[in-house]
C-alpha cells in the first residue's frame, strides 16, 4: 500500500487586497497637517482667517479619521451606534461652543 503525501495548500489570507482607503487616508492626513503647518510658519494670513482656515482642517481631518481610520458608517451593523456617536458629538460641540462663549463673554448674569 503506497503512503499519500501530505498536499501543501498555500495559505489564504482573511483580506488579500491592499488597504487602499488607509493608505488615502493617512495621505490626506498628512496633506492637511502640511498645510495647517505651513499656514501658520509661513504667516499666509492674518490671525482670524488663519483661526478659521486651522478650525477647518481639524474638522477635515477629524471626518478623515472617522471615515478611512474608524470606517463610521461603513458597515451594515445596527445604526443606532452611528445616532449615539452623533448625540454624542452634538454634545461635545454645544459643550465646547458654550464654554468658549463662557470664556469670551465672561459677564455675570443678572
Known amino acids: ?38 499656514a501658520v510658519t509661513g504667516h499666509a494670513l492674518a490671525h482670524r482667517p488663519l483661526l478659521a482656515v486651522i478650525l477647518v482642517l481639524a474638522a477635515l481631518q477629524i471626518l478623515v479619521q472617522l471615515i478611512f481610520f474608524m470606517h463610521v458608517g461603513q458597515d451594515q451593523k445596527p445604526r443606532y451606534h452611528l445616532w449615539l456617536f452623533g448625540v454624542a458629538m452634538f454634545f461635545f460641540v454645544v459643550f465646547v461652543v458654550s464654554s468658549i462663549w463662557i470664556m469670551t463673554f465672561n459677564t455675570p448674569m443678572s
Open 1 to 38: 500500500m503506497a503512503t499519500r503525501e501530505p498536499q501543501m495548500t498555500p495559505r489564504v489570507h482573511a483580506n488579500p487586497a491592499f488597504p487602499w482607503s488607509h493608505v488615502i487616508g493617512f495621505a490626506l492626513s498628512i496633506v492637511f497637517t502640511l498645510i495647517a503647518f505651513f
